[in-house]
């Protein structure tokens, strides 16, 4: 299941286990967001906007938008290389200083 905003009873039946509930919270509708949410909201983008980052210099600046199965190995190491290069994209301004 991937959702950008989850109900709260599925929120209170998962953090019932301890465990931490990192869903974007959700104002009511007509309504305004409590601050504590916003703030809650805050992080989990910031921390998605750092996940997301590398997989958009890969489809963006290297075009990788779909892939074609061309065998496993093939592709697992085209994959690997554009990563490689994604990463070394992301440092270049480091790398040059």
């Known amino acids: 299941m991937d959702k950008g905003y989850v109900s709260a009873e599925r929120e209170a039946a998962f953090t019932k286990d301890g465990k931490v509930w990192g869903v974007m919270r959700k104002a009511p509708k007509g309504g ?29 600046q290297f075009g990788h938008v779909k892939t074609r199965y061309r065998g496993l190995a093939k592709n697992r190491a085209q994959l690997f290389t554009l990563f490689a290069l994604g990463n070394l994209f992301l ?7």
């Open 32 to 60: 305004k967001l409590d601050p504590i949410d916003e703030k809650i909201n805050r992080v989990i983008a910031m921390v998605r906007a750092k996940v997301e980052h590398p997989f958009r210099v890969l489809k963006r």
């Open 91 to 97: 440092v270049r301004r480091r790398l040059l200083a």
